[in-house]
């Protein structure tokens, strides 16, 4: 981080206590906000999915490795804006002022309806299902209110497990409204709480259960393919252009299954971002930001690399592959420390997954502000409370998420008439992974935006490796949103549909507000 000087704290002081923010987030708070929102439970989960479509133990490893480059290379990128905007809103400002006030809220509108508030969903319905494990009277089937259709493939209902999810949702959002201190608190003691437990994973699983068996299966040949998934193009009318294909279809087969299980990696190193959302109460964020962004990322891809090494070293290949309900961790820890061990994993990820919604809650409704205070949400949003903390928006990101917890998916077999509940939020999340990689690519293509239109600009940070590591990412990242398109078809337009409803929305709101100099600046795509 040579890149990075030290510039006068002084101004973004000023201008914080201006808004009303206290920054109160150090160095070390910015960075355990990177890890805790970035470790969810996905680390203990997706590998089996990857290990499905790569086939191999070099391809399980190369998938997170190339994770690991595009967060780092983000990161990276993001550090040079963070620096030149050290405002509450981070990403939503970046595209605003590199692109129009149209991009910024699109951004908005998604992260609102269902990025950030669909992950909230999922991490804590995740909580209460490994809280489940602990004590089995925390089950979905234990209905308070059974499923009520609202239509043949939406329904709603209250479970005992989706009870718990609602009151995390609504105990963490409550205490975030208390003020940035307490926040920070939880977000420190459960990031090193959870960091030190999936170091303990890697521990066991590299040095206490190492099973010479599937060491010597997994890392003679680690290009050996086992069973890898045939990868069907995503909708009916590309399958006369293209290919159904695996990963032992040579190179192209390679990159089309490397493309398609990043939607995994990604996603669960995803939320690396959010500590630019809470810009306007960091200390010197001039500074601390880029440190943080590149600090954080690299400890957490470190950590991912490292416990896909303790599941190999743990397990053979073919048993990832097949880990009940894909809980490869939990599958790790029973085949060394027995049916203790599942417990233990339970324990474990309820820690993860309490401290990454709390991270989640606490930097979500710092962008809203930003967007109210442009006049592109609510006005009551851009106001804070007496603790310093915009509460409207926490209370209003709470209530959206809670909602999404309880509507679920309607499957009815034709066959047999039984129906199936899903998760929305799940569905939802789908099929944004799309569009937030469009955002990322855009966000990052900024840089080159802003140093045409803003050369003199204070960049107290500049981007590691300009232009290529950016350039690195976009290409990478196009590759793979191109793979998306031809063979996670169903899960890619439902998220753009998503995105361009925002466009009405926008021009809605813009309207409402009125002669304010952004609203009127002409809108071009």
């Given at each position: 981080?040579?890149n ?9 002081v ?6 009303g923010f206290?920054?109160g ?5 910015s960075?355990?906000?990177v890890?805790?929102s ?6 203990f ?13 070099a391809?399980?490893l ?9 967060t ?28 129009s006030p149209?991009?910024?809220?699109l ?6 309806l269902v ?8 991490v804590?319905?995740g ?25 043949r493939s939406?329904?709603i ?12 949702i609504l ?7 208390l ?7 939880i977000q ?9 437990a999936l170091?303990?994973?890697i521990v066991?699983g ?6 010479a068996?599937a060491?010597?299966?997994?890392f ?15 909708a009916?009318w ?10 032992a279809s040579?190179?192209f087969g ?10 995994g ?5 995803d ?11 960091v ?19 470190t950590?991912?690399?490292l416990?896909n ?11 990832i ?5 894909d809980r ?7 085949a060394?420390f027995?049916?203790?061990g599942?417990?233990l994993m ?13 991270g ?12 109210a205070?442009?006049?592109l ?18 209370m ?6 809670g909602?999404l917890?309880?509507?679920r ?5 034709s066959?047999t008439g ?7 939020y ?5 099929y944004v ?6 955002f990322?690519?855009?966000?990052i293509?900024?840089l ?8 003199n ?6 981007a ?12 990478t990242a ?10 996670q ?5 439902p998220?753009l549909?998503?995105?361009?409803l925002?466009?009405p ?15 009127r ?5």
């Amino acid at each position: 981080m040579s890149n990075v000087t030290t510039s006068p704290v002084a101004p973004v002081v000023a201008e914080a206590e201006a808004s009303g923010f206290v920054r109160g987030l150090g160095l070390f708070d910015s960075t355990m906000i990177v890890v805790g929102s970035m470790i969810g439970s996905g680390i203990f989960i997706v590998s089996a999915d990857i290990a499905r479509r790569t086939g191999s133990t070099a391809g399980l490893l190369a998938a997170w490795l190339i994770t690991g480059v595009l967060t780092v290379a983000a990161a990276l990128s993001y550090g040079e804006l963070a620096a030149m905007m050290p405002k509450a809103g981070g990403q939503y400002i970046y595209l605003r002022e590199a692109y129009s006030p149209l991009w910024g809220f699109l951004y908005g509108w998604t992260l609102f309806l269902v990025i950030q508030t669909g992950t909230i969903a999922a991490v804590a319905v995740g909580f209460s299902r490994f809280l489940g494990v602990v004590w089995p009277a925390v089950s979905p089937e234990s209905w308070i209110i059974p499923p009520i259709a609202l239509s043949r493939s939406y329904a709603i209902s209250l479970s005992v497990q989706q009870l718990v999810a609602l009151l995390l949702i609504l105990f963490l959002t409550f205490l975030n409204t208390l003020g940035l201190k307490l926040g920070k608190l939880i977000q420190n003691l459960f990031t090193s709480a959870k960091t030190l437990a999936l170091l303990g994973l890697i521990v066991a699983g590299v040095l206490i259960g190492r099973n010479a068996g599937a060491i010597r299966a997994n890392f003679t040949g680690i290009w050996s393919l086992h069973d890898p998934q045939t990868i069907e193009p995503g909708a009916e009318w590309l399958k006369s252009f293209i290919p159904a294909i695996t990963a032992a279809s040579g190179a192209f087969g390679l990159l089309i299954a490397f493309g398609v299980a990043q939607v995994g990696s990604l996603f669960s190193a995803d939320a690396w971002n959010n500590i630019t959302f809470t810009a306007g109460e960091v200390k010197n964020p001039r500074r601390d930001i880029p440190i943080s962004l590149a600090a954080g990322t690299a400890i957490v891809i470190t950590l991912y690399f490292l416990a896909n090494v303790a599941y190999l070293s743990a397990l053979p290949l073919h048993q990832i592959q097949a880990a009940p309900d894909d809980r490869v961790a939990t599958a790790t820890l029973a085949a060394i420390f027995g049916s203790s061990g599942a417990t233990l994993m339970a324990l474990a990820i309820m820690v993860s997954t309490f401290g990454c919604a709390n991270g989640l809650i606490l930097a979500g409704a710092r962008v809203y502000y930003a967007m109210a205070k442009d006049g592109l949400f609510f006005r009551s949003i851009g106001r804070l409370n007496a603790n310093h903390v915009p509460a409207m928006g926490l209370m209003l990101q709470g209530v959206w998420a809670g909602l999404l917890v309880l509507l679920r998916t309607r499957l009815v077999d034709s066959a047999t008439g039984s129906v199936r509940y899903g998760n929305l939020y799940s569905v939802l999340l789908d099929y944004v992974v799309f569009a937030v990689l469009i955002f990322y690519v855009l966000t990052i293509g900024g840089l080159f935006v802003l140093r045409r239109k803003r050369p003199n600009a204070e960049r107290p940070y500049r981007a590691w490796g300009y232009p290529v590591v950016p350039v690195l990412y976009i290409v990478t990242a196009a590759v793979i949103m191109l793979i998306l398109i031809l063979y996670q078809t169903q899960d890619t337009w439902p998220g753009l549909v998503i995105v361009m409803l925002g466009v009405p929305v926008y021009r809605l709101w813009s309207r409402r507000a009125g002669a304010g100099p952004r609203m009127r600046e002409e809108v071009r795509f």
